[in-house]
């Protein structure tokens, strides 16, 4: 396994002061100089492609040993992408040479006051600006679009009412035990979350199944793949399931517990209460190996979860050697939606799924500047190259681009005009009818290589760009020996292995499969059995209980 990547370099600061009124961010603070010294601020946009920033005005003042700093940005002047921007000093801190520094030392009373008064500014071109607290002490700025229905004064209000209607009745709404389960921004139906809220649906007594409901925004086009089990779905940010949002005795999801409110919302009271207090239940969106993932799913971080599912005691044992987990809490039952995975191919109707992930450095970067990234131009010349058209044409196989969520946008750039070669849109198919009917697999660092791998089908990596992915995200095995597939480091030699495996029919090779006894014991579709019988059995003690127990030791 590799070394964990050391953090981002932090300065640590003596906050005075952190406003944002009217496009203008004021911050105010004090270094001693025996602790560094800052030449510059600016604001700095996380994860670019490219460098880009804007300095701050600063002036400073003398006092002792100690350095006071003012620096003002107005944002109207500056021409920002939606991303999180971070606040980054030029800081000496003792060897003479000036280096980046990510400013920290938000205040505890500053984080508070823009909790219980969130405060944001609108630009002119209809996005909008707020400082972003969460766990980390930093200086840190979100810029996105603003939206009318939960950027107002008016839904505050909404949080409010929707607290003191839960804490005036909190014995009747704790009684409930209630269980949420959702997926990704509450938009989706049709992962693990899905497949344990079917199987809850189906097989669980119904006095039990009362308390389990579903959580989706009913417009969005998966609600139709749960609409048959109403009244167990729940309208997303309703005043109903902001009630049992704050009642909820486990969050059940694919992903982090901020995915159960408004995504990247300003800051409020009602948030922070129901992120600190609640027990989540990680049924996890794919196995931990291939992208590491363990700074944003620490147990000591934000983002801890009270069971963490696994498939195997292999990815057990990264879960509690990166994580921080302890085996007990760490439940190994295989994923849910494993549970319906049959092999749908077709030897006279060839498909081959080629999945993607994603890349941080390329996640909300404008339309220009992803088709200049090593990710577009690589794929965009496999997918238009003309021996690889020939080949598709020739063995009549059809191949399946499914590009990731995060990029669902990008999907257009690709403009490919052949019959053999389909675009599938995020969401207009799902995502485990192409695993099905797939023959085999071309992905980079994807979690799905694991679903087809389950299936006993070939899968084949192309990570062309694995040094900067090992730099920036980072896998927890070797790539270059561990991975159970083949390794393409150009187009023509991924091209090369498509037309072996077609030769032999898609046969999985044998030195590949002799690890999937180990690497995924549980192939019996009885994972969601086994994650609801833990969930039910579990006399896990509140959040805010086990935290401050852990800190004790």
């Known amino acids: 396994m590799q070394q964990l990547m050391e953090a981002p370099a932090e300065i640590k600061v003596k906050t005075r002061k952190f406003s944002l009124h009217k496009g203008i961010i004021c911050i105010g603070f004090e270094l001693e100089e025996n602790k560094g010294k800052i030449r510059s601020l600016k604001l700095k946009q996380r994860n670019a492609v490219i460098d880009k920033s804007y300095l701050f005005s600063m002036n400073t003042v003398q006092k002792g040993k100690t350095i006071v700093y003012h620096a003002e940005l107005n944002v109207n002047d500056c021409h920002m992408e939606t991303a999180f921007w971070d606040v980054v000093a030029s800081a000496d801190t003792g060897n003479g040479e000036y280096e980046d520094r990510i400013l920290g030392g938000l205040s505890t009373s500053l984080k508070l006051k823009l909790i219980l008064f969130p405060r944001w500014t609108r630009t002119k071109d209809g996005n909008m600006v707020y400082p972003f607290v969460n766990g980390a002490r930093q200086f840190t700025i979100q810029y996105r679009k603003y939206d009318s229905r939960y950027d107002s004064y008016r839904f505050i209000a909404k949080e409010f009412l929707a607290l003191f209607c839960y804490f005036i009745l909190k014995p009747y709404w704790d009684r409930k035990k209630i269980w949420l389960i959702c997926e990704k921004y509450c938009t989706m139906a049709q992962d693990n979350g899905l497949y344990f809220f079917e199987y809850c649906m189906k097989h669980v007594p119904e006095k039990e199944r009362r308390r389990i409901y579903y959580v989706i925004d009913k417009n969005c086009p998966d ?319 509140g959040k805010l209980k086990r935290r401050l127990k852990e800190k004790k030791f």
């Not at 300003?266 to 996890?284: G, H, T």
């Not at 993607?356 to 339309?367: A, F, K, M, Q, V």
């Not at 030195?511 to 994650?531: G, M, T």
């Open 223 to 541: 609600y139709k793949a749960v609409k048959q089990y109403e009244p167990n779905v729940i309208q997303f940010m309703s005043f109903r399931y902001m009630i049992y949002l704050s009642a909820a005795q486990y969050l059940i999801s694919t992903d982090a517990i901020r995915h159960f409110y408004i995504w990247d919302s300003p800051n409020s009271i009602y948030k922070v209460l129901y992120q600190a207090r609640k027990n989540i239940v990680f049924l996890q969106h794919g196995v931990m190996g291939f992208k590491q993932c363990h700074r944003t799913f620490h147990k000591g971080g934000g983002n801890q979860m009270a069971l963490f599912v696994v498939s195997s005691k292999f990815e057990q044992k990264i879960i509690h050697d990166y994580f921080g987990y302890d085996n007990k809490e760490i439940i190994i039952t295989g994923l849910a939606r494993w549970d319906v995975l049959e092999d749908h191919s077709n030897l006279f109707h060839k498909e081959i799924l080629l999945m993607p992930t994603w890349r941080s450095w390329l996640e909300d970067i404008s339309e220009e500047q992803f088709k200049k990234s090593e990710y577009y131009q690589r794929y965009k010349e496999f997918l238009q190259d003309k021996r690889l058209r020939e080949f598709l044409k020739k063995q009549n196989i059809t191949l399946n681009f499914y590009i990731h969520p995060k990029f669902r946008e990008h999907i257009g750039s690709f403009q490919v005009e052949d019959s053999n070669i389909k675009l599938i849109p995020f969401g207009s198919m799902p995502l485990n009818q192409l695993l099905m009917s797939c023959n085999m697999l071309i992905t980079d660092y994807s979690s799905v290589s694991w679903d087809v791998y389950y299936q006993e089908k070939p899968v084949v990596f192309y990570p062309f760009d694995l040094e900067t992915y090992e730099n920036v995200q980072g896998s927890y095995m070797d790539y270059k020996n561990d991975v159970f597939g083949d390794l393409a480091w150009t187009k023509d030699e991924l091209i090369d292995i498509l037309e072996e495996y077609s030769e032999s029919d898609f046969k999985e090779k044998k030195k590949f499969a002799q690890d999937r006894e180990y690497l995924l014991p549980y192939r019996d579709h009885d994972n969601s059995k086994r994650i609801y019988e833990h969930i039910a059995g579990a006399d896990i003690q």
